[in-house]
């Protein structure tokens, strides 16, 4: 076996699927090659495991106190909670 130029799925980078990578792989017997580099596999178990980071916000319909999964910006889209975002849709 030799090592296989691969290119990540997340950031594009090409990243080296090694001969003991390979090896490593057909001795768990998994069949498909990696999709992500090293750092990108790294941190999307990071963020698998990591709980969203959520910011404090207002309701901008009924002005309870919520936390939203993004930064609430001035000027940006309403912040709603989680009750009023889900009655938004149909
Ligand atoms: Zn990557
Ligand atoms: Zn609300």
């Keep these: 076996m030799s090592d296989m130029s691969l290119n990540c799925r997340d950031c594009g980078k090409e990243f080296v ?4 990578d390979q090896a490593f792989f057909a001795e768990k017997g998994w069949q498909n090659q990696p999709t992500r580099c090293r750092d990108c596999a790294r941190a999307k178990r990071a963020n698998m495991q990591a709980p969203r980071q959520m910011f404090p916000a207002v309701c901008a319909a009924c002005g309870k106190n919520c936390e939203v999964p993004f930064e609430p910006r001035e000027g940006g889209r309403p912040v709603k909670c989680l009750e009023c975002f889900r009655a938004d849709r149909p």
């Design 17 to 20: 699927f090694s001969d003991r």
